[in-house]
Structures are given as C-alpha cells and as structure tokens.
C-alpha cells in the first residue's frame, strides 16, 4: 500500500472522529505496509519495532476500532486467530487459502467480478460489499509418488 493510501486511512478516521494518536499512525502504518494478512500478535510486534511503547491491549483495542468503522477487514480463515487487512475501497480482491501450509494468496479476476454481479441484478440485488475466500490443497500435496 502506498502513502497516499496511508494517509487516506489517517482521514478517514479523523472524518470518522477517532483521535489520531501516534501509536494509531503506527498501527495504521503496520497495516498498510503489510504484504500479508497480519494477526492482533504480528500487527503488535512491528509496531513495537517502531515504537516499544505500543501495548498489546492497544493494538486489540485499536483494530477492533477499526473494524467496526469498516476501515480494516477481519478475516478469520478457518483459523484459531483473526487476521486483518487496510480496507482500501479499489483494492477489492479475493483470497485463496491453502489449507496445509495457510498461505493466503490474494487475487482478482475480472471475469468472476463480471458473473457476481450479474448473479445479484439478475436476483434483484445491487451489491454493497462482497467477499470470496476459496479453500483448497495444492496440486500434488500430499500424494505418494510411485517407484
């Protein structure tokens, strides 16, 4: 995530009337820089790398905030934890998660966007906000190869 994408974060929860503490900025920066889907324990550990004063309690407390503003996603993934996500509006994508390892692949397919949307008009629906987490193994996981 750029920036410019941090920065229309910071406004949005100042529009949102949150105040903008430097320990926010922090975990706002953690999560935009993110390149992975960090859990309450990851987003805690790089904040502290940049400020040690960032508790775990603030961090929960933080993203729970953020979640309810509908500024981060909460993804769940079939795990035991929660892992979050900046929610930037034209970054809609989808996520495939493996199931053995849990890598989360993210990716978007404009076909499949496509027949979304036509499946909600043609059930008299215009969407609001959609989510797609396929689950899957990869090819030639686990199989025995003969000798």
Known sequence: MSHLETTD?????TE??????????VILQVLAEAADHPSVEVVHQRSR???????IATVYR????????????KHDF???HARFEANVE?????HLIDVESGEVI?????????LVQKI????GFGLVDRRLELYGKKRGHGRKTRG
Do not use: W, Y
């Open 9 to 13: 974060l910071v406004q949005k929860c």
């Open 16 to 25: 949102a009337g949150l105040r903008m503490t430097d320990q926010r900025r």
């Open 49 to 55: 790398e940049i400020d040690p004063s960032i508790s």
């Open 62 to 73: 933080t993203l729970n905030l953020l979640d309810q503003l509908n500024l981060v996603r």
């Open 78 to 80: 079939h795990e035991s």
């Open 90 to 94: 034209h970054h809609q994508h989808h």
């Open 106 to 114: 993210e990716f978007k397919d404009d076909e499949l966007e496509g």
């Open 120 to 123: 909600a008009s043609r059930l």
